[in-house]
């Protein structure tokens, strides 16, 4: 291999590393830490049957419900349409998350929350952080075991849409 094919593959390797690599991921960025799954039923039956389900989930309640749209609204916000945010907890995996302090920083996201909302289509849509990212993440410790079971609950709470979460 001569000098100038090695330093032509240096660069081209630079160039892959710096822009085509984080664009990919830039694309691919919101299918991987969020999830949206379609729902089969309207507005207040989708937000309805995941309040029950949540909290007929052993070890899960809910804590709230929040009318974003009537929250913006009340706020100086402007229409958005249907959208409500459904607050979750469960006692225990939230005790064993927090009892560490080097662990109080996962408070950010709890309680937990999905999301109900209707596009301007008409159509109706759940939205929810990707648990099993989240968990493949935090693997080998306390964080990521309590997240896998978190992620088991969820998929067991929407397993009426035939939700399973995946990396994509």
């Known amino acids: 291999m001569s000098k100038r094919s090695f330093i032509a593959g240096l660069v081209l390797g630079?160039?892959?590393?710096?822009?085509?690599?984080?664009?990919?991921?830039?694309l691919a960025f919101k299918n991987m830490l969020?999830?949206?799954?379609?729902?089969?039923?309207?507005?207040?039956k989708t937000v309805s049957l995941i309040t029950n389900r949540l909290n007929h989930q052993k070890g899960w309640h809910v804590t709230n419900i929040i009318n974003q749209e009537q929250v913006l609204l009340d706020n100086g916000g402007s229409e958005v349409g249907k959208v409500k945010i459904i607050k979750f907890c469960n006692a225990k995996l939230s005790s064993e998350m927090l009892?560490?302090?080097d662990r109080k920083y996962m408070s950010v996201k709890m309680p937990l929350s999905i999301s109900v909302y209707e596009k301007s289509d008409g159509k109706v849509y759940i939205g929810l952080m990707n648990g099993y990212l989240m968990a493949r993440m935090f693997s080998g410790s306390v964080e990521g075991d309590v997240m896998e079971s978190v992620v088991k609950d969820i998929e067991n709470v929407m397993s009426f849409l035939h939700f399973r979460y995946t990396i994509f």
């Open 14 to 26: 630079a160039v892959i590393a710096l822009f085509i690599i984080p664009f990919g991921f830039k």
């Open 99 to 101: 009892k560490s302090d």
């Open 34 to 44: 969020f999830k949206e799954v379609p729902s089969s039923f309207g507005f207040e």
